[in-house]
């Protein structure tokens, strides 16, 4: 997909109401705790944001994920876009999630941000983040921060609209003790579960309620 058009579809699709990820949730059979409840805990979640940057590659739009490295965590080894939790100096979360971006991959750049994606309580490590869409001419130089980023993954948005990327495995999901069908998405042979799937089916219903595939 031309980084023009996907450009132009998310400045349209990021102003109207959003999808949600309730479809998505219904294939594996579960549902997450909703925002407002996940809002009243005590002590609150602890916001994060993370950046979807959209940049060119050949003409064509690209975005980067990356590989956390293994370490006793929830998160251990997982795929997801760069981001973090908010600092107390981080003036708001826009901030949050670039300044993370660059932390995390190295990378200066110009973003333009096109707005942000749902809201994500994620359970296990009790915090809510939000996902900011990017856009940027270029990508500089990547030098990843090897003690949060096991690797990048430079991946085409036409990729993340194939159909056939969409599967499903038993995984354990802890906020139900137990092993369910999950849905994922296969991305370069990795597995893309949880929170960061949950972003991806989101920036797929919205390029295909504006006239892209998804």
Do not use: C
């Amino acid at each position: 997909m031309k980084l023009t058009v996907a450009e132009q579809a998310l400045r349209t699709g990021l102003r109207s109401p959003l999808p949600g990820h309730d479809a998505f949730l219904e294939l594996s059979g579960y549902k997450r705790p909703d925002l407002e409840a996940a809002m009243r805990l005590d002590p609150p979640p602890r916001e994060s944001a993370v950046l979807i940057l959209l940049y060119p590659n050949a003409d064509e739009a690209y975005t980067l994920l990356m590989r956390r490295p293994t370490y006793p965590g929830v998160h251990s080894g997982q795929i997801a876009f760069p981001g973090g939790r908010r600092e107390p100096a981080d003036p708001d979360l826009r901030s949050t999630a670039l300044r993370e971006f660059l932390e995390e991959t190295g990378a200066q750049v110009e973003a333009t941000l096109l707005g942000a994606l749902s809201p994500i309580y994620i359970p296990p490590s009790r915090s809510l983040v939000t996902p900011y869409v990017a856009v940027t001419p270029r990508l500089g130089p990547l030098s990843p921060d090897p003690r949060e980023v096991a690797a990048l993954l430079e991946v085409p948005l036409e990729l993340l609209l194939r159909d056939d990327i969409l599967r499903r495995r038993e995984q354990h999901v802890a906020i139900m003790d137990r092993k369910v069908q999950v849905p994922y998405f296969d991305v370069q042979g990795e597995v893309v579960w949880g929170a960061t799937a949950m972003m991806i089916a989101e920036l797929r219903a919205i390029l295909g309620r504006h006239g892209q595939p998804a």
